[in-house]
């Protein structure tokens, strides 16, 4: 069993990198990450995206962009992607006129295994980002939302981007759903939140191994189970974000 690669989403550093784009990417790269995943950075073109990170030292592994533009103009969507070096894309959940009613959860089932399947014949992966509410479920099926997708869907068409933390805001295993989806979750995400809830029951997200999530055990899950990339992912931070960039490459490195 390989080690899987590390990289960070963004999306993490999405403040500071409003301010000063380049800056934020060379401190990103200064704390150890050479792969991203592209999101929440400001709008651009392929080629402008492409040459802020080749300036800064950085290679895109994946991104995360909206699935109705492949709809619209697959081949324009796919062109912007490749520039930017990304084969790996997934949407950050469920599109909005999809979620509902078990029929339309199907139909946007239906909707990412079509697009999945294009993006496989060009050489590119489809996968969905979770959130905790795909662990909730339709009044008529006694799945989760999350394991509904994956079953009305091609294993070789949509992929599991597994975000832990959100699994584990769930109350639900990341490792058993990391052995569940085994072979079909090639880029995840790790995060990590605290054992305290906001008052509106959010999460309170930490630096890697400053939370409660088991890292040893999802870390050597994700070996058996074919793991390419883990991707830090922190949707919020107490302090400097580029800090906690710094603390979670240091742990992610100690760990592989």
């Known amino acids: 069993m390989s080690n899987p690669g590390i990289a960070i989403i963004l999306y993490t550093v999405r403040d500071p990198a409003r301010e000063d784009l380049p800056g934020t990417l060379r401190q990103v790269r200064e704390a150890g990450f050479e792969y991203v995943q592209w999101s929440g ?11 802020h990170l080749d300036d ?13 533009p492949f709809e619209e103009d697959f081949e324009a969507q796919v062109a912007h992607w490749k520039t930017v070096g990304a084969p790996d894309v997934a949407p950050g959940g469920m599109m909005g006129d999809c979620v509902d009613s078990l029929d339309a959860w199907r139909r946007g089932a239906e909707r990412l295994d079509a697009v999945g399947a294009k993006l496989r014949e060009a050489g590119m992966r489809l996968s969905y980002h979770n959130h905790h509410w795909e662990f909730t479920r339709f009044p008529e099926d006694d799945r989760y939302k999350l ?6 869907t091609g294993a070789e068409n949509l992929y599991a981007e597994l975000d832990v933390g959100w699994v584990q805001h769930a109350r639900v295993d990341p490792i058993a ?17 605290g054992p305290e809830t906001q008052p509106n029951g959010g999460p309170i997200f930490a630096p890697l191994g400053r939370g409660v999530l088991d890292w040893d055990g999802i870390i050597a899950q994700s ?12 949707d919020d931070h107490d302090g400097d974000p580029l800090e906690s960039v710094r603390i979670s490459y240091e742990f992610l490195a100690s760990k592989l």
């Open 56 to 68: 800064a030292g950085l290679k895109a592994i994946a991104a995360h962009c909206p699935v109705e």
């Open 223 to 234: 070996k058996k189970s074919g793991v390419e990339w883990l991707i830090y992912e922190q």
């Open 147 to 152: 394991d509904i997708l994956y079953s009305e």
């Open 177 to 193: 759903y990391l052995d569940k989806y085994a072979g079909r979750c090639p880029v995840i995400h790790v995060k990590d939140i």
């Open 41 to 51: 950075m400001p709008p651009m073109d392929a080629a402008d995206i492409r040459r």
